[in-house]
């Protein structure tokens, strides 16, 4: 016998999953939609969002704080807010407002990566180190700044 879901299980499914972390309004209707067929998942959402449980505002801070402190980019960290629901306008917002200076984070994380420097006609090692900074989610401007840190000590 299968058991029938209420908007009342959803707020609480909600809650659950909000008490644990923060999660984006994208992200909450892709998992309630599993288990609410023929509910409305946009009124739970809504009130959600009126008692303060829930803010797209806050995941998207609180997120970007997180990939920052793991060593990621502004590509890589756009790329994956798109992927949770975030509309463009409040991701560049929280951005603007965050203030990050992408170019020092680049360097940072290159030089807890690499240690020793390289030679200046190691083409290979160059790329290598170029190509772990791109996959980190760094502009190319940024991946330079960062090589040439390597040799201005």
């Given at each position: ?113 690499y240690s020793q420097p390289f030679s ?34």
């Open positions: 016998m299968v058991e029938q879901v209420t908007e009342k299980d959803l707020w609480n499914k909600a809650i659950q999953l909000l008490s644990r972390r923060e999660y984006s309004r994208g992200e909450l209707t892709q998992k309630l939609g599993r288990m609410a067929e023929g509910l409305s998942i946009e009124s739970v959402l809504g009130s959600l969002e009126e008692e303060g449980y829930l803010s797209d505002q806050r995941f998207t801070e609180s997120f970007i704080r997180m990939r920052i402190g793991q060593g990621h980019g502004l590509i890589r960290i756009r790329f994956d807010l798109q992927r949770k629901g975030i509309a463009n306008d409040l991701m560049q917002t929280v951005f603007e407002d965050m203030d990050i200076d992408w170019y020092e984070l680049a360097v940072e994380q290159y030089r807890r990566k200046a006609g190691d083409y290979k090692e160059r790329s290598k180190r170029m190509r772990f900074l791109s996959q980190r989610g760094f502009s190319m401007d940024e991946i330079q700044h960062a090589v040439a840190s390597d040799h201005e000590d």
